[in-house]
């Protein structure tokens, strides 16, 4: 079966220093990857997807992303967080090869200490 | 590209009444997807389209929730009679092709049944 677990539901970093945000996704194949960012009111947008191409993905706002098959790990990072990037973040996995659906994981909920 | 398009943005309605939710995809996308969130549960998927079609919809909590997909350019979600505990944000979203794709958000129903 699949899954997706994002270990912090809150994270909370100063402005200026780094982000990670991190995912683990159980999966029998080769999956595909994504993490949403969700502002408040407003429906989920697409930061990076991972779909077999090459193992470190760089997404919008200077946020990247590096599958490791071998630890199943999706971690999100940032090398600098920005107050514009508080907002919850989501990390989802697909499995064409059993099944179609999206796992999405609970969310992680990023504070931005000015 | 104008995105995925819901309305009413705000909906507050009293318990019985019926519930009608619209969402435009983006043209060209195959995939339409209804989605509820709450604090409680976060994001479940409710029900999905391929081409117009109903293909999945395991995720409607009851009887009282349908959905429709006349055409390639607009679905409804329904609900009827209303309940207090469908309180939730009501999101739909639409992909190219499948599960591989990522999928595009419109800014949701803030749906409130007193």
């Known amino acids: 079966a699949q899954s997706v677990t994002q270990l912090d539901s809150h994270v909370s970093v100063s402005e200026g220093t780094p982000v990670l945000l991190r995912c683990n996704y159980s999966s029998s194949y080769s999956p595909s990857l994504f993490w949403y960012v969700q502002h408040p009111n407003k429906g989920l947008q697409l930061l990076l997807k991972?779909?077999?191409?090459?193992?470190l993905v760089k997404g919008i706002n200077g946020f990247e992303a590096e599958f490791k098959k071998s630890e199943t790990s999706f971690h999100l990072t940032k090398p600098s967080a920005h107050m514009s990037d508080a907002a919850e973040y989501f990390c989802v996995v697909s499995d064409l090869n059993t099944g179609n659906q999206f796992y999405f994981g609970t969310g992680t909920s990023l504070t931005v200490i000015p | 590209d104008a995105g995925v398009i819901q309305s009413p943005r705000h909906e507050v309605t009293e318990m019985g009444q019926e519930v009608t939710l619209r969402c435009k995809p983006i043209?060209?996308?195959?995939?339409l997807f209804w989605y509820r969130q709450t604090m409680m549960r976060g994001l479940e998927l409710l029900i999905y389209f391929n081409n117009n079609v109903p293909i999945d919809d395991s995720g409607m909590p009851e009887d009282r929730f349908s959905a429709k997909m006349p055409n390639a350019s607009f679905s409804t979600l329904k609900i009827q009679p209303s309940e207090p505990r469908d309180s939730a944000v009501y999101f739909c979203?639409?992909?190219?092709?499948?599960?591989?794709?990522?999928?595009?958000f419109g800014d949701g129903t803030r749906l409130s049944i007193l």
């Open positions: 043209s060209g996308h195959d995939y």
């Open positions: 979203a639409s992909s190219p092709r499948g599960f591989d794709q990522p999928q595009h």
């Open positions: 991972y779909t077999s191409a090459a193992t």
